[in-house]
């Protein structure tokens, strides 16, 4: 909005020309983002707590050191929406498709995690919506938003600079590989809306302890802002041997306002938390990120990023799996971190070094773009 009502007068005030600058409004981005999520926080939280006087439901099989969480609000993925909305439609430039799309995935999340957690609270219950309802709504959202993108991708194979001989908008790239995509063609839509659901999954399965999933989000926010930019730039594209996808540059703004509305929320969510992100937020983060992944072409890089995601989500599966087969469960408890609380690790302990194995993987996922 701010790039379409400054940008035009920077011929008679020549500093508006910085509107022009993606870093400049990625910066721009983050303060915002961090500054509404400051400013309109405490609020955000009194009306939940005047809403929910008994807080997010606990579960009873869970560590014995939940139980003092009682009366702790959830929805806190509220304010983490405001902010990214209000920041990303402030900085970004307003014919952006591709952050319209994300930003299509990012709320509709959002609002089906809100009745999820309304259904929780209502219930009395740590089951709300039906996995069967979640997962129907998370395949009507996604679908919509990959239909957009890879309409936005085949126009992209007609753009000046664009390898035309690259299937952008049904292959699948494949890490430490140049110049090269898997066509899955059609099935395409399938793969990335796997991608998006699985993402969204993920980050909700992590989010169990105060503080354990919004740093991780909020530090694969950061890389993937950073590639976006790359992958939208055809200089720093062909220098890295990237596949150049243009428009998607513009996502960096909207990472950097996830950033800086992570980095508010983490604010009030940090040890003892003031309040929960909930399926509000979860969800929403996730849905961002697989989206995002699979618009700038670095989907398999999402899993090595969001490794500690993947990592949280393959121990569910495995316990599941395990106990049904055998009868016996690999793990004390699942999500894996529920495990090593029940293993006698103090809650900030599972929670810092989590937040040490993510930033070591999006070290190595940023490897990627140099090692091909």
Not at 73 to 97: E, F, H, K, Q, R
Not at 131 to 155: D, N
Not at 177 to 198: C, E, W
Request: hydrophobic letters at 55%.
């Amino acid at each position: 909005m701010l790039f379409e009502l400054l940008f035009p007068l920077s011929q008679e005030f020549g500093g508006l020309r910085l509107f022009q600058y993606l870093t400049f409004r990625s910066g721009g981005a983050v303060i915002t983002a961090l500054l509404i999520a400051w400013v309109i926080g405490p609020k955000v939280i009194r009306w939940l707590k005047s809403k929910q006087p008994q807080g997010q439901p606990i579960r009873t099989d869970g560590p014995e050191t939940h139980l003092k969480k009682k009366g702790t609000p959830t929805m806190g993925g509220v304010l983490i929406l405001i902010a990214v909305t209000v920041s990303t439609l402030l900085w970004m430039d307003l014919s952006s498709g591709y952050v319209w799309a994300v930003l299509i995935v990012t709320l509709g999340f959002g609002v089906l995690g809100f009745f999820d957690d309304y259904k929780k609270l209502t219930k009395r219950s740590t089951a709300g919506l039906s996995s069967r309802g979640k997962l129907v709504g998370q395949l009507a959202i996604s679908a919509v938003a990959t239909y957009w993108i890879m309409h936005l991708h085949w126009a992209a194979e007609f753009r000046p600079g664009v390898d035309a001989t690259q299937p952008i908008a049904t292959g699948l790239a494949i890490p430490f590989i140049k110049d090269y995509l898997l066509n899955f063609g059609i099935f395409f839509v399938a793969v990335a809306v796997f991608i998006m659901i699985g993402a969204s999954n993920a980050v909700n399965l992590t989010d169990g302890l105060d503080g354990l999933a919004i740093v991780p989000v909020m530090i694969a926010a950061g890389v993937f802002g950073f590639i976006a930019y790359l992958v939208g730039n055809a200089v720093f594209a062909k220098y890295l041997t990237l596949l150049f996808v243009p428009g998607t540059g513009e996502l960096a703004v909207f990472c950097a306002a996830l950033v800086g509305a992570a980095l508010g929320f983490l604010w009030f969510n940090a040890p003892p938390a003031m309040v929960f992100m909930g399926d509000t937020g979860s969800l929403s983060m996730g849905g961002a990120l697989g989206a995002v992944a699979v618009a700038i072409k670095h989907e398999i890089v999402l899993g090595i990023v969001g490794g500690l995601f993947v990592l949280e989500t393959v121990s569910v599966i495995v316990q599941v799996a395990s106990f049904k087969l055998t009868g016996k469960r690999v793990f004390m408890m699942a999500p894996i971190h529920h495990h090593f609380e029940k293993k006698g690790w103090a809650e900030s302990t599972v929670v810092v070094r989590f937040w040490i194995i993510a930033a070591v993987l999006a070290l190595v996922g940023l490897a990627t773009l140099k090692l091909r």
